[in-house]
């Protein structure tokens, strides 16, 4: 009897394996981390720990360089081979949602009703990706330039005026101690410039385009905050208050650090090696120009392919990778900003009192979104080049002009993107 029972229990533990092998469908994600250590070690980790959590899914990762990655998703989407689970660049998001590359996800949009607003991919109306960090920029300075050149320390309740940062700048330049007041990292010209300046422009009152169809840049962009804007900001080239376009990639790095600059136009991911360098730096909040401080938001987010036969198990991992301790080693691996505040209190920089703190406060009050639209891909290039134009002294009004009439032909041309 004994014999039978066990033979029984045998049979029953061999079937229950065996249908458990066989109920693990396996699940593909791509990656866009290749070459960074830290990150690659923390991702995958995850999925070790989501595959080992369940019997159902098993995710294997490839990864890619950040720079071939987009064009890599582009051309699998094309010939039908993307995999299950992607990682999608905030602002790109809306592009390939309505391309046919992705869709929503699969997630109880309560489940992240804390995160901060700029790791919510959201397009017409859906939840299609969530970020497990953010980012934000902020004005570096040392405290002792402050002191030194009498000014006040803006605050988020209080930030300086377009006047108050102009004599900021002001005094920096005449005081004779530095190569440039500012440093705007004018050399990265690639999505920086949408990221960090676009928000110059909306707190004057214009944007790329307008938002409240996404069917034309007329006014947003040329209009007279547009133009007043453009004024102001090809001023800080031509007054030599900041570098232009032929900066060097080596003097953004260390210009801030070494004396050079009195102030740095900068993301939270320079901080901590910069606060190695620099006992009293200091991150100042975005100067108010008439309409509202503001700063960009937007990172890295997790997303599903449209093509997954397996929309289920892919929003399962993207779920499970949202928990506070995976969002907490992002931080502290690689800097950003975690996307609740709850994991905020896990880390070594962003809880109460840390040294970073300042930079979730940034996001949850300052932080905007780039245009939620399809056509971001093409606008973001058309700014991006109206801003080089206008630090290398093109006309303002021409220089704007254009920028809009190419964003709306742009738009035209694809049938409004779906708006």
């Given amino acids: 009897m004994?014999?039978?029972?066990?033979?029984?229990?045998?049979?029953?533990?061999?079937?229950?394996?065996?249908?458990?092998?066989?109920?693990?469908?396996?699940?593909t994600m791509w990656y866009h981390g290749a070459g960074n250590e830290v990150e690659s070690k923390i991702i995958n980790q995850i999925v070790d720990d989501f595959n080992a959590s369940q019997i159902d899914w098993k995710v294997t990762i490839e990864s890619f360089p950040q720079t071939s990655y987009n064009d890599s998703v582009v051309a699998a989407a094309?010939?039908?081979?993307?995999?299950?689970?992607?990682?999608?660049?905030?602002?790109?998001?809306?592009?390939?949602?309505?391309?046919?590359?992705?869709?929503?996800?699969?997630?109880d949009e309560a489940r992240i009703a804390s995160f901060l607003p700029g790791t919510k991919g959201i397009w017409d109306g859906k939840l299609y990706s969530i970020g497990l960090?953010?980012?934000?920029?902020?004005?570096?300075?040392?405290?002792?330039?402050?002191?030194e050149l009498g000014l006040s320390i803006p605050t988020l309740e209080k930030p300086w005026t377009k006047d108050e940062f102009m004599a900021a700048l002001k005094k920096a330049k005449e005081s004779g101690k530095y190569k440039y007041a500012l440093d705007l990292g004018m050399n990265d010209q690639g999505e920086w410039y949408p990221y960090a300046y676009s928000p110059f422009l909306q707190s004057f009152g214009g944007d790329i385009v307008d938002r409240s169809s996404y069917k034309t840049a007329e006014g947003a962009l040329n209009g007279d905050a547009g133009l007043a804007f453009g004024e102001w900001w090809q001023s800080l080239f031509t007054e030599g208050y900041a570098p232009g376009t032929s900066e060097s990639p080596a003097d953004q790095q260390t210009g801030f650090i070494d004396g050079s600059f009195a102030f740095q136009w900068n993301g939270n991911w320079r901080a901590v090696a910069t606060m190695a360098e620099v006992d009293d730096v200091v991150f100042l909040p975005a100067p108010d120009f008439g309409n509202g401080p503001t700063i960009g938001a937007g990172s890295w987010q997790f997303g599903v392919a449209k093509t997954s036969k397996n929309p289920d198990g892919a929003s399962a991992f993207i779920e499970f990778a949202l928990q506070d301790k995976y969002l907490a080693a992002f931080s502290d691996g690689i800097g950003l900003i975690p996307s609740t505040a709850t994991a905020a209190q896990m880390t070594i920089n962003y809880k109460d009192g840390g040294p970073l703190a300042v930079f979730y406060d940034l996001s949850n009050a300052q932080a905007k979104v780039r245009p939620v639209t399809?056509?971001?891909?093409?606008?973001?290039?058309?700014?991006?080049?109206?801003?080089?134009?206008?630090?290398?002294?093109?006309?303002?009004?021409?220089?704007?002009?254009?920028?809009?009439?190419?964003?709306?032909?742009?738009?035209?041309?694809n049938n409004g993107y779906g708006h």
């Fill in 374 to 413: 399809p056509g971001y891909v093409v606008q973001s290039k058309v700014f991006t080049k109206a801003m080089a134009d206008l630090a290398n002294g093109a006309d303002v009004a021409d220089t704007l002009d254009a920028a809009a009439d190419e964003i709306n032909a742009d738009i035209k041309k």
């Fill in 2 to 27: 004994k014999l039978t029972k066990l033979l029984l229990a045998s049979l029953c533990a061999s079937t229950f394996m065996s249908g458990a092998a066989l109920a693990q469908t396996d699940l």
């Fill in 133 to 147: 960090w953010d980012a934000a920029v902020a004005l570096y300075a040392r405290t002792s330039t402050l002191e």
């Fill in 78 to 107: 094309l010939a039908g081979n993307l995999p299950d689970i992607i990682d999608v660049d905030g602002p790109i998001m809306p592009n390939w949602a309505w391309s046919g590359y992705m869709q929503p996800l699969q997630i």
